[in-house]
């Protein structure tokens, strides 16, 4: 009988479009449309009375009833000043992007007529760790096992490497979407995928390319019209101006021109807008991916990458013509517009494919060598026997129907790096006050380090353990440049002189969960610190809003 592997589905929770995939039989990665039969859905939600509408009928509505409206939601995950009120009620943003995974998942059910259980979600390769804590959240408050945070380039990464068979290759992933921007090299064989070096900025997307022709086409409307005051005042005028700049950009993806009406009280424009126009408006900032790009090829040079073979174009911006004329112009490679929409979601449906026939794989091994599952997934792959692995394939091939070919493609590695610093605050010769990066960003995951720092003076009661993040890749900077993401109190045993040693111990795994101990070297009293952190859900708070959640249904 043949034996149906566990699905877990890849999920792209973009920040204007999102998309879910799983993958077939022959090993082929294939996206579930929503039930408006859309291959992508908006990431937009409406809270309507007790229902929550999300995709294009609450993108239809964003300006008109905004108190009700949330878009672009992803650019607030991890931050603890957002909340969106609605009757009463306050919603941080991964409460927000759960109801997107519902919509998602309640579709793609619906579509495939079954459950979903599993899923791998992408988040940007820029996200630091609350930001990617939210977006765990969010699955498990929309009951979801989340099996893995991946990296949006890397997900695009693994479904190119898989589509096209590569060969070995250093591939630039330019990522331009909705509301973020990710650089990324990745060094791509058929053993591994392994990212070299990351870099963007989680502010900057196609909205703003959007906000520009806004702002244009506003001033070409006055100077037409005589008309003084701000047309954007007016909910009618700004919420079909939202729409009429994405829809008049992307025209001009495929046209050189177009021509967009606008209405205001009895004020009618026609007003044209050329690409030549259009690229004028934007040009800085499409010279703002350029210079984070460069910033990126100068990090890989210090990691002896000093060359590359390709560019991918992912992310629904790079359609943009301006995109892949300007990094030919100064890359001198020319683009590969790479499945924009969907490579996302198809390379985190990959990649949940590959966990699924590993945990296949580990069950056969440890039958075969009367091991414990647990033990077989804590020993270091070398520890596993070559032909003990090749039986394990083939009896998993033979039982599950999938070719011995596939079974073993899923062994392919994939390395990270991280995005950001990490470090603790400490006082430099007992006078400044500095961050102490123990972990560098780009530095490849896991990372396990420690430090020795010392206490300040004699019989000190205790000491605080500031956790920094940043974005600078040196090893002391000033505090100010570090954005604090948790803190913990360390007690120090009485009678203790002056620079008795504080061990700080980081341990950062792939999927960018940061772990950190401080011990009292002295009399051995360790404090495990747990990230405290208000910017993200957790403990009551997390348990309410799955109830609550649970109490509203997603249209
Ligand atoms: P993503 O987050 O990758 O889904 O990208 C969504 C962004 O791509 C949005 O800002 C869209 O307006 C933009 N986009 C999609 N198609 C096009 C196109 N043909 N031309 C220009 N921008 C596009």
Known sequence: ???????????????????????????????????????????VVFFDEDNVIVGNEAKANA???????????????????????????????????????????KDAEQNTGEKIT????????????????ATRIAGDIAGLNVRQIINEPTAAAISYGMAEN????????????????????????????????????????????????????VSQFQEETGITEDILDDP????????????????????????????????????????????????????????????????????????????????????????????????????KLFDPDESVAKGAALYGWKLSINDELIKRVAAETGKSVEEIKEAPAEDIPEEVM???????????????????SSRVEVKNVCSKSFGVVALERGETELVFNLVLKNSTVPVDVCQQFGTHEANQENVSVRIMENEVGEETILPEMAK????????????????????????????????????????????DMIIETDSILQGEELEEAKTRSQNIAVV
């Open 1 to 43: 009988m043949r034996e149906e592997l566990k699905k877990i589905y890849g999920i792209d929770l973009g920040t204007t479009y999102s998309c879910i995939a799983y993958v077939d039989e022959h090993g082929k990665p294939v996206i579930v449309p929503n039930a408006e039969n859309e291959r992508i859905t908006p990431s």
């Open 63 to 105: 300006v008109l009833a905004s108190g009700q409206v949330v878009a672009f939601v992803k650019r607030a995950m991890g931050d603890p000043n957002f909340l969106f009120e609605y009757n009463g009620q306050n919603h941080k943003p991964e409460e927000i992007s759960s109801f997107i995974l519902r919509k998602l998942v």
């Open 118 to 133: 599993d899923v791998v979600i992408t988040c940007p390769a820029y996200f630091g760790i609350n930001e990617r804590e």
């Open 166 to 217: 590569t060969e070995k290759k250093v591939v630039l992933v330019y990522d331009l979407g909705g509301g973020t921007f990710d650089i990324t090299m990745i060094d791509i064989s058929p053993e591994s995928i392994e990212v070299i070096c990351t870099g963007g900025d989680h502010n900057l997307g196609g909205k703003d390319w959007d906000d520009a022709v806004i702002q244009y086409l």
């Open 236 to 335: 009618d005028t700004c919420q079909s101006l939202q729409l009429a700049a994405e829809k008049a950009k992307k025209t001009l993806s495929s046209r050189d021109k177009t021509r967009i009406p606008i209405v205001y009280g009895t004020e009618k424009a026609g007003i044209e807008l050329t690409r030549e126009k259009f690229d004028e408006v934007t040009e800085n900032l499409l010279e703002r991916t350029i210079s984070l790009t460069k910033d990126m090829l100068e990090e890989a040079k210090k990691k002896g990458y000093s060359t590359f073979d390709e560019i991918l174009l992912v992310g629904g911006s790079s359609r943009m013509p301006q995109v892949p004329e300007r990094i030919k112009q100064e890359l001198n490679v020319e683009p």
């Open 390 to 408: 090749e039986q394990a394939a083939r009896t998993l091939a033979d039982e599950s129907g999938l070719t011995l070919g596939a079974v073993k």
């Open 484 to 527: 604090e993401i948790g803190n913990g109190l360390l007690t120090i045993p009485p009678g203790l002189p002056a620079n008795s040693p504080i061990e700080v111990t980081f341990k950062l795994n792939e999927e960018g969960r940061l772990d950190i101990t401080a011990l009292e070297v002295t009399d051995k009293r360790k404090l």
